[in-house]
């Protein structure tokens, strides 16, 4: 059920663990020698603001007030989502 990206992402690390203990001669043979992985593309979509836009978001935001400024800030340079800054308990 997950994402091929994802499948072939922690393939990878698993692959890389037993290449390491092999190499560590810790085990003979890596179990993963013969595991197909999913084909992926190489380019990802972009999911983040570049400079430019960050600094265009946070300007419109300082317009706004204070608050919309404040939570902006907070998501971008702590690469929060917004979930996760709107969950924030702080005393």
Do not use: K, W
């Not at 037993?18 to 999911?47: A, D, F, G, H, K």
């Not at 340079?77 to 702080?90: C, H, Q």
């Amino acid at each position: 059920g997950y994402a091929p990206r994802t499948v072939a992402v922690r393939l990878t690390a698993i692959a890389s663990f037993y290449s390491y203990c092999e190499n560590e001669e810790l085990i003979s043979r890596s179990p993963m020698v013969r595991v197909r992985r999913p084909r992926i593309e190489r380019s990802s979509p972009r999911t983040s603001l570049s400079r430019g836009q960050l600094h265009d978001l946070l300007a419109a935001a300082r317009e706004l007030g204070t608050h919309q400024y404040g939570l902006l800030c907070v998501l971008a340079f702590n690469g929060l989502r917004i979930r996760e800054a709107t969950g924030l308990d702080i005393d």
